[in-house]
């Protein structure tokens, strides 16, 4: 089983590569401006997100029986927006189970301490 974390190279995807590791999956990973230190465990692709044809090829070349979303594209549209739709329709096509990580600054965090899925957005920035 392949797990192909998209923003391997940042914060989140740094730890569930290892994770990933740790639980025997094979990873792949990719990276957009920062160039990881290669290791032959972790096959590493460079991926700009807003490239569609680029993402369909590393998804038809790693081929993922799981796709975890660990980018983040702060205010970029089609980074954080129109990206995890493509994903999704990819990982769809392969057959690929697909994560989207998302984030609780989506949420102001006044009015109550805990927040669930069917939570309405009320971020205190745009
Ligand atoms: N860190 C936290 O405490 C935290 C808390 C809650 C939720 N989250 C969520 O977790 C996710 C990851 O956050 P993070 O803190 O790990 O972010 P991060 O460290 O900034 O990493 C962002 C990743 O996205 C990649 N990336 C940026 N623009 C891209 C593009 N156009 N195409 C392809 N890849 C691109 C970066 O690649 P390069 O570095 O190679 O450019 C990097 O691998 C986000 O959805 C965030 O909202 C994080």
Redesign the pocket.
Known sequence: MTTLI?????????ELIRQARAAGHRTAA???????AVTSETGWYR????DAESLAVVVAETRPSLII??????A?W???AE?PVRLAMAARKHGSRFVQ?????VFSGTGRACYDEPCLPDPITT
């Open positions: 998209i923003g391997g190279s940042g914060f989140l995807g740094t990719t990276y957009h401006a920062t160039a990881p991926l700009d997100l807003r979303n660990a980018s983040s594209g702060g970029d089609a980074t954080t990206a990580v998302s984030t609780d600054a």
